[in-house]
Each structure stands twice: as C-alpha cells, then as structure tokens.
C-alpha cells in the first residue's frame, strides 16, 4: 500500500511494511464488543529518513525493524505488555508505542536516521497515523 509521507529534506527515505497477529481488548464498556478479548492482523508501515547510510549502506535495516517489532508484539496478549500497563492498547496508543519503539532504537544508530511516522492498520478498512508534532522554535 502506498501511504502519504510527510514533507522532509532528507536524502533517503525507508518504508518497511510488515504484519503481526495479537490479541488485545479495551478494558471499558464503552469500548463496546472491543471490551471483550478479540485479534487482529496489524499491518505496520514505518517511515525513516535521513541523509547519511550505515557502512553497509543502509539507513537502517529492514529485518532489524521487523524483529524489533515483531519479537515484542507478534502472538501476543498486548495487554499484558509492559508499554500498556497505564494505557489501553488501541491502535492510537499502538502506534505511538511503535514509533517510540523504533525512535529508541535508531538513536543508538552513528548515522542518525529519524522516525517521521508510523501507521498501523487494525483491519481492511481501518488505520491510524501517528506522526509527532515538531518541536517549536
């Protein structure tokens, strides 16, 4: 699937698309039927950029973002996750969770990549962007 990418002026940019299956629920009955213990498919698309390549040549490496991921999440109860302790796991928080996933990891990289957003599908006809506001200044 092609997705909108924010404006930047960096030299490189990387999408990494990939899935995983888990199981949450939202613990609130104003959650409706998502109240109850249900699974999905999520489909991830990550978007990184930067203007320097690693000494392999790369921004950063596909299958190093798909394990990130995937090792944490993929066949999981999302509830019981550390990251969802104080936060129900919906798609926004999941989201969310996932760029800070992979914002902590790249700033661990030499060549300074950057995470510009993230999109989680839950299902065919649902997906959430999260995109972090810039800092003012």
Do not use: W
Not at 26 to 54: F, M, Q, W
Not at 99 to 111: A, C, P, W
């Amino acid at each position: 699937m092609n997705y909108n990418t924010p404006m930047h002026d960096y030299t490189f940019e990387l999408n990494k698309d990939f899935n995983f299956s888990a199981a949450h629920y939202i613990p609130d009955e104003r959650a409706g039927k998502c109240s109850n213990v249900h699974g999905h498919t999520y489909h991830v698309n990550i978007t990184i950029a930067g203007n320097e390549l690693d000494e392999l040549g790369f921004l950063v490496n596909f299958g190093e973002l798909k394990s990130l991921i995937s090792s944490a999440f993929d066949h999981t109860l999302l509830n019981d996750h550390k990251r969802f302790r104080d936060v129900p796991p919906t798609s926004e928080t999941m989201a969310k969770t996932i760029y800070e996933m992979v914002t902590e990891y790249i700033s661990e990289l030499d060549n300074n990549p950057v995470c510009l957003q993230v999109i989680l599908r839950e299902t065919p006809t649902s997906y959430v962007v999260y995109r972090p506001k810039k800092e003012m200044r």
